[in-house]
């Protein structure tokens, strides 16, 4: 199945692969950016990390799962080469839409208090273990598509 891929987009997706790991790294960095006292910075740090990724899962990743994943589904979805980029998909949909609500209840008053959070740790600490386990549904599909092939 993985030798569907294009092999020309192999150094693609390593670099996409790294960019990721970067922009998750940097969500850690913004954590203990906060926990020094650095607020602006850690607000900076991590809406940039947030809105760096969307422009490269709809240039990059949403594309690819449309022409080789979503084809073989649901029917090949017990096969890991349709099952990671599956989760990551969903994992990564919830994450990424998780990062834009904390974007706008903690740096905007767009939303209605009604719709607003205050306990601001747990919701990032959710955000956070949920981009590291897209991360690694990333890594798995990675290594699937491009390493065991």
Do not use: C
Not at 62 to 83: E, H, I, N, R
């Amino acid at each position: 199945m993985s030798s569907l891929l294009p092999t020309v987009t192999a150094p693609i997706a390593w670099a996409l692969l790294i960019t990721e790991l970067a922009i998750a790294s940097g969500l850690i960095v913004g954590m203990f950016v906060v926990r020094a006292g650095h607020v602006r910075a850690h607000r900076a740090i991590q809406s940039s990390m947030v809105l760096l990724n969307i422009p490269i899962v709809l240039i990059l990743m949403l594309p690819a799962y449309l022409d080789y994943v979503l084809p073989g589904l649901p029917g090949s979805l017990g096969q890991s080469f349709y099952l990671f980029p599956t989760l990551m998909l969903i994992a990564g949909s919830t994450a990424e839409a998780l990062g834009i609500y904390i974007l706008l209840v903690a740096g905007t008053n767009w939303l209605p208090e009604r719709l607003r959070f205050r306990h601001y740790k747990i919701w990032m600490r959710t955000e956070l273990i949920l981009w590291w386990a897209v991360v690694f549904a990333g890594i798995a599909t990675y290594y699937i598509w491009w390493v065991q092939a």
